[in-house]
């Protein structure tokens, strides 16, 4: 097997988190995607950061100084996960009635969101890496977030 193929195995072991990153394009457009890779950076500033595919929709909104949400979704969300990460079903991203969308689009019902905006941008092959300043965020109070493992939800 390629090196390639041993890591894409080796990656399915790890556990993450699901979360929809959410914008609006410079016309105000809404735009949402399905993300497992956001990490906190730091707590001073409160920062994190968030790979984004350079082929996808949502690429090119993001701009130094513009505004997004990770919206961490909750266990019976995957639904909007698997909405939010297919291109063929990219026009019904925002028909779930929990999008409010009058200034960043967010979820009212996720786990958590954090509203950030765009500190730095960096390319790195396929993905450009986004450094997110953290403005806000919210919780809700019992913690049942959806999780992806193996290829399957947990």
């Given at each position: 097997?390629s090196i390639q193929?041993n890591?894409?195995?080796?990656?399915?072991?790890?556990?993450?988190?699901?979360?929809i990153?959410?914008?609006?394009?410079?016309?105000?457009?809404?735009?949402?995607?399905?993300?497992?890779?956001?990490?906190?950076?730091?707590?001073?500033?409160?920062?994190?950061?968030?790979?984004?595919?350079?082929?996808?929709r949502?690429?090119?909104?993001i701009?130094?100084?513009?505004?997004?949400?990770?919206?961490?979704?909750?266990?019976?969300?995957?639904?909007?996960?698997n909405?939010?990460?297919d291109?063929?079903?990219?026009?019904?991203?925002?028909?779930?009635?929990?999008?409010?969308?009058?200034?960043?689009?967010?979820?009212?019902?996720?786990q958590?969101?954090?509203?950030?905006?765009?500190?730095?941008?960096t390319?790195?092959h396929?993905h450009s890496?986004?450094?997110?300043?953290?403005e806000?965020?919210?919780?809700?109070?019992?913690?049942?977030?959806?999780?992806?493992?193996?290829g399957?939800?947990?």
């Amino acid at each position: 097997m390629s090196i390639q193929d041993n890591f894409r195995l080796a990656m399915r072991r790890y556990i993450y988190s699901v979360s929809i990153m959410s914008n609006k394009d410079n016309a105000g457009n809404p735009n949402a995607i399905t993300v497992s890779s956001v990490t906190s950076i730091s707590m001073n500033p409160p920062s994190l950061l968030i790979c984004i595919n350079k082929s996808s929709r949502i690429h090119n909104s993001i701009e130094l100084g513009s505004k997004f949400c990770i919206n961490l979704l909750n266990n019976e969300q995957e639904d909007i996960s698997n909405i939010c990460s297919d291109e063929d079903m990219y026009d019904q991203r925002f028909k779930d009635k929990n999008w409010n969308l009058q200034n960043i689009p967010f979820l009212v019902n996720a786990q958590a969101n954090i509203f950030c905006k765009v500190d730095k941008l960096t390319s790195y092959h396929t993905h450009s890496i986004v450094f997110g300043l953290v403005e806000d965020a919210k919780y809700a109070d019992e913690i049942s977030t959806l999780t992806y493992v193996d290829g399957e939800y947990k």
